[in-house]
């Protein structure tokens, strides 16, 4: 079954003070691996998307890598408005394109 | 980037009505838009996928019946929750796929937060 595993389920730092977040996958081929951000009530923004391992995608203080069994989204130096939570979703190589989403890490960064 | 309306933003009805929310890709055709249901402090789950011109694939458990979902063109499809009851409120999520275009990639409308009474 696929199925999408994101840790820690939530976290707090300091602004300024890097950290990780994890998204561990199971696909059966997976055509793709998808980074959002989401808002308190309002839909996913889309962020990345990795296809195979070894590639990294960065967009200011993010960058997400992917290895054949995981990614990371890296935040380097977050500010306060880089709170929110983040979604890690992937799709299946045969499947009509939907997307199976982790339950996300919420991210707080304090001032 | 590719922007995804939807409407209303919000809506309580009483139980036992029907609510239509309507999902738009404002700039660009979509041939392919899924639907979502996110409960709160929970993921987006996928009730449908929807195809323009084709009836809509529903997920193991979304009941098609209760969830009509029609595609009439390439930029918009519409969700119908018929006989809304307490346990349908939720938070509704559509995403139009640039398949084609941007390999693969969905982009989300702002979401839709059904109350029912």
């Known amino acids: 079954e696929d199925q999408v595993t994101q840790s820690p389920e939530a976290l707090r730092l300091q602004e300024g003070e890097s950290s990780s977040l994890n998204c561990s996958y199971t696909v059966s081929g997976l055509r793709g691996l998808f980074w959002y951000r989401q808002d308190p009530g309002k839909g996913p923004e889309f962020l990345f998307t990795?296809?195979?391992a070894g590639e990294e995608k960065e967009k200011e203080r993010l960058k997400a890598t992917l290895t054949k069994k995981e990614s990371f989204l890296h935040i380097t130096a977050p500010k306060p408005e880089d709170s929110a939570t983040y979604l890690c979703?992937?799709?299946?190589?045969?499947?009509?394109?939907?997307?199976?989403f982790g339950k996300g890490t919420k991210l707080s960064v304090k001032p | 980037g590719a922007v995804v309306s939807q409407h209303p933003s919000w809506v309580i009805c009483k139980s036992g009505t029907s609510v239509k929310i309507e999902c738009r890709s404002l700039d660009f055709q979509a041939t392919t838009m899924f639907w979502y249901r996110q409960f709160p402090k929970q993921s987006l789950m996928l009730m449908a996928t929807s195809n323009e011109g084709s009836k809509a694939t529903y997920e193991q458990g979304v009941e098609k019946d209760k969830f009509l979902i029609n595609h009439a063109s390439l930029t918009l499809s519409t969700l119908t929750v018929t006989s809304a009851h307490p346990e349908d409120s939720s938070f509704y999520i559509c995403?139009?796929?640039?398949?084609?275009?941007?390999?693969?990639?969905?982009?989300f409308g702002p979401g839709t937060r059904l109350t029912v009474l």
């Open positions: 979703a992937v799709q299946a190589g045969g499947s009509q394109g939907n997307l199976i």
């Open positions: 990795l296809y195979s």
């Open positions: 995403s139009a796929s640039l398949a084609g275009v941007v390999k693969n990639e969905q982009f």
